[in-house]
T-cell receptor, first 113, second 113 residues
Framework: AQSVSQHNHHVILSEAASLELGCNYS??????LFWYVQYPGQHLQLLLK??????LVKGIKGFEAEFIKSKFSFNLRKPSVQWSDTAEYFC???????????FGKGTRLHILP | ETGVTQSPTHLIKTRGQQVTLRCSSQ?????VSWYQQALGQGPQFIFQ???????GRGNFPPRFSGLQFPNYSSELNVNALELDDSALYLC????????????FGPGTRLTVT
């Protein structure tokens, strides 16, 4: 069965620090990968996605993620965080052409001004 | 805003009762997925509907059922409510099943006492 593991449950950073949130998945076949973000009081929204092609994908608000197939990883990065990045971040995977998306447990990111 | 709406926003029910949650998808989206998000967890896939037919199901018992209507609205029904059913219920709509970005609604917070 597919599963997603997010390494950090709670991360606290100062503004301008660099960010990397870890995500590993377990599934042997072709996958689609996602990072979703939930800002306080708002809907879950897509930050970025990988379906195929360049394993380095860029998303909104300066975020990027790198798919490393050999490591089953899809880590999220941002070179310089802002206070407005305070949110909960979810990594998710679905097997190619499968119906269900499997989410990780989420990482709460708190940026200190 | 994703164009996906859910009602009601909050709901309190008693154990053993039945509940119906409603979702209105983005116009033109043929696929709707329902998720349960318990406190401190990521969303868990309940099931997906594509063109009014169930298209995939997660690890939830049959007392969780759904309907999708031609007007892009859908319902999640839960019978014989249990305390553990207390959670945020999210619906998400997409254009194609399994291959497309999902747009999430704000969720319905269900409390079972």
């Amino acid at each position: 069965a597919q599963s997603v593991s997010q390494h950090n449950h709670h991360v606290i950073l100062s503004e301008a620090a660099s960010l990397e949130l870890g995500c590993n998945y377990s599934y042997g076949g072709t996958v689609n990968l996602f990072w979703y973000v939930q800002y306080p009081g708002q809907h879950l929204q897509l930050l970025l996605k990988y379906f195929s092609g360049d394993p380095l994908v860029k998303g909104i608000k300066g975020f990027e993620a790198e798919f490393i197939k050999s490591k089953f990883s899809f880590n999220l990065r941002k070179p310089s965080v802002q206070w407005s990045d305070t949110a909960e971040y979810f990594c998710a995977v679905n097997a190619w052409r499968d119906d269900k998306i499997i989410f990780g447990k989420g990482t709460r990111l708190h940026i200190l001004p | 805003e994703t164009g996906v709406t859910q009602s009601p926003t909050h709901l309190i029910k008693t154990r053993g009762q039945q509940v119906t949650l409603r979702c209105s998808s983005q116009s033109g989206h043929n696929t709707v997925s329902w998720y349960q998000q318990a406190l401190g967890q990521g969303p868990q896939f309940i099931f997906q509907y594509y063109r009014e037919e169930e298209n995939g199901r997660g690890n939830f018992p049959p007392r969780f059922s759904g309907l999708q209507f031609p007007n892009y609205s859908s319902e999640l029904n839960v019978n014989a409510l249990e305390l553990d059913d207390s959670a945020l219920y999210l619906c998400a709509s997409s254009l194609l099943a399994g291959e497309d970005e999902q747009y999430f609604g704000p969720g319905t917070r269900l409390t079972v006492t």
